[in-house]
């Protein structure tokens, strides 16, 4: 039975991979179709940027937090499946648009319907793997982010040169409702509660229920009462840190993959499909590998204390400044590959780290709650401040 469960739990893991990696395939593709889409609108680059990310993350952001909690009362095989066929059909549809109205209409459904997945995905695997293997498994799940957008590079310049943008959504969108298919079939887990590890709690205070450690296997472990208020995770200085911290270093990299195939294009005068092979290649290449061994990494630093995940966030992000001034500044193709390739490889390296803290400070029924909020702030820093930010600064001096 045992055999059978951990089987089984691979298997979910699988396809929630699969599910992330449409998840970033549907949520960049626009990004490097940006050409196309301006050559054909003539949309300024505040225009694309509200099209690229705010209208994406004005309902991905809030409503992730309803989603969130949404994840830890009702069932989230089920949030997951229905978020995913909205947002693929929506991408499908993106490409029927006709102006700027229509585009940033669909992709507000696209974020409605991506707002479901982290989450509720993370509070599953939750449920399904032992503490010691969440940011191992995160960082597995969080390999759809490289795939995903190293799938979007290559299929995205590629598909849109070939049969235009419009093609492009047809073909990468509307296929993710028959996966949505598969996500409904999955079995929804008993919730896990941890060993209580706040020693001050009398023991009164504790109370034994049965859980789940993964799967069918059943156990009676000692927990501590049930936290579902909210204030309890903002009033955790760790947690208010780690959102923080986490936000800063997302406002940086994720607007590497935001705004690289453009600044590529005008500043060192790529073409849209050499932009796509590298993108694509780099991304898998070292992102692949980061967001794996990243996780396997900060797992072995929190051995060495509760802080040891954080410890290794902070190193990631120290790194990764010399070779932002290199990518900004090189003029050499060679170069500018380097600098490119290791960002990429430090943005998803913390991926694992950062979710398996918020879960472990929030406890099973703040999960799902918890990754909510460091998505949210995150995304915030990224998609609405960095972003727009930048293509607010680029237009053109009256």
């Given at each position: ?211 789940a450690e993964r799967g069918d296997h ?111 500044t090189a003029a050499s193709p060679s ?64």
């Open positions: 039975m045992r055999k059978r469960a951990d089987l089984y739990a691979w298997y979910v893991l699988s396809l929630l991979t699969l599910v992330y990696v449409l998840n970033f395939l549907d949520r960049t593709i626009i990004l490097y179709l940006f050409p196309l889409i301006k050559r054909e609108f003539a949309f300024s680059d505040l225009q694309l940027s509200l099209l690229g990310t705010t209208a994406f993350v004005i309902f991905y952001t809030t409503l992730g937090i309803f989603f969130g909690r949404l994840a830890d009362r009702f069932s989230r095989v089920k949030i997951i499946a229905v978020g995913l066929a909205l947002w693929s059909l929506f991408t499908g549809l993106t490409g029927l648009a006709w102006d700027f109205g229509s585009i940033f209409f669909c992709r507000l459904l696209v974020g409605i319907g991506e707002a479901t997945l982290g989450p509720a995905a993370v509070s599953l695997l939750s449920d399904y793997f032992p503490p010691s293997k969440r940011a191992t498994v995160v960082s597995i799940y969080s390999t759809g982010i490289a795939l995903g957008a190293g799938a979007a590079a290559f299929l995205g310049g590629l598909l849109g040169e070939l049969y235009g943008w419009r093609a492009a959504f047809y073909i990468l969108g509307f296929p993710g409702v028959l996966v949505a298919v598969l996500v409904a079939s999955l079995r929804e887990p008993v919730r896990t509660n941890e060993v209580a590890v706040e020693m001050d709690l009398p023991k009164e205070g504790r109370r034994h229920e049965r859980t059943i156990a009676d472990v000692e927990t501590l009462p049930s936290r579902k208020n909210w204030r309890y995770l903002i009033s955790q200085k760790s947690f208010v840190l780690l959102c923080l911290g986490y936000s800063l270093l997302g406002l940086a990299t994720n607007n590497l993959s935001i705004w690289g195939a453009t600044f590529y294009t005008r500043l060192h005068g790529f073409e849209l499909r050499t932009i796509g092979l590298w993108g694509g290649l780099l991304t898998l290449v070292a992102g692949v590998p980061a967001t794996l061994f990243g996780g396997k990494i900060a797992d072995l630093f929190r051995q060495h204390g509760r802080g040891g995940r954080m410890l290794y966030g902070a190193l990631v992000s120290l790194l990764s400044v010399p070779f932002w001034f290199l990518w900004l170069l500018i590959l380097l600098a490119n390739g290791v960002l990429l490889f430090l943005a998803l390296s913390w991926l694992g780290a950062a979710a398996a803290d918020a879960t472990e400070i929030a406890g099973a029924n703040l999960r799902g709650l918890a990754t909510a909020i460091y998505f949210f702030s995150v995304n915030v820093a990224a998609y609405l401040i960095g972003s727009n930010l930048i293509g607010y600064v680029t237009l053109p001096v009256p």
